[in-house]
């Protein structure tokens, strides 16, 4: 397995323009996290899916921010428009599965991340 | 404000130097997980402490979780350029949805 896939991998756009970031997270699982760091704030949960249901999108900035996972093999993340201060690192991630099937205990595998300049 | 503390946030040191970094919270956790991300990429998951006073050895890295389940500490013995990175803890409470909160990190530099 390939591991949790993420592009791209830098974007640089300017203020205004649409943003679609992409996630194909490990096969067989059935849980994402998007997650957003910077400095100033570190790792931010930004939403999580469950059986590709959005649970909790609590931490999505405004509705500037848009996210589906419309099967279990691909998510999207999309800020439209765009501003200068969503420039960040974004990071999907999968749960490890827990031992014998069991629940999982909240450790993830992440992607290499996203990074998003907006100018 | 941070459900999870970490300190020092920043931490340079020589090579072969012991230190300790520290995930402090108010609130109890289920379980907490330590990471290290380097430049460039995703943090990976070193270990994840469940009980209390619980501790785990991997190499020259030394976690230990608070008996009250409330903190957990970093120990690396004898540091190396290679310990470089941001190390982050994460923690959760178990309930049908494990949604990991992360700390700030601890950024590390280890001196040739």
């Known amino acids: 397995d390939a591991g949790v896939i993420q592009s791209p991998r830098h974007e640089v756009t300017e203020m205004g323009q649409e943003v679609t970031l992409r996630c194909k997270p490990i096969s067989g699982h059935n849980s994402l996290f998007w997650y957003r760091q910077t400095m100033m704030r570190g790792l931010e949960l930004l939403i999580y899916?469950?059986?590709?249901?959005?649970?909790?999108d609590s931490g999505m900035p405004e509705d500037r921010f848009s996210a589906k996972m419309p099967n279990a093999s691909f998510s999207t993340l999309k800020i439209q428009p765009s501003e200068p201060r969503d420039s960040a690192v974004y990071f999907c991630a999968t749960p490890i599965p827990g031992l014998a099937g069991g629940p999982n205990t909240g450790e993830l595998f992440f992607g290499e991340g996203s990074r998003l300049t907006v100018l | 404000t941070q459900l999870l503390e970490q300190s020092p946030q920043f931490l340079s040191i020589q090579e072969g130097e012991n230190l300790t970094v520290y995930c402090n919270s108010s609130?109890?956790?289920?379980?907490l997980q330590w990471y290290r991300q380097e430049p460039g990429e995703g943090p990976v998951l070193l270990v994840t402490?469940?009980?209390?006073?619980e501790v785990k050895k991997l190499k020259r890295l030394t976690f230990q979780f608070g008996d009250a389940r409330k903190d957990s500490s970093l120990h690396i013995t004898a540091a190396q350029p290679g310990d470089t990175g941001l190390y982050l803890c994460?923690?959760?409470?178990?309930?049908?949805?494990?949604?990991?909160?992360f700390g700030r990190g601890t950024s590390l530099i280890v001196h040739p």
């Open positions: 994460a923690g959760g409470l178990y309930g049908g949805s494990y949604i990991p909160t």
């Open positions: 899916f469950n059986n590709n249901v959005p649970i909790d």
């Open positions: 402490v469940v009980t209390g006073g």
């Open positions: 609130s109890v956790f289920s379980s």
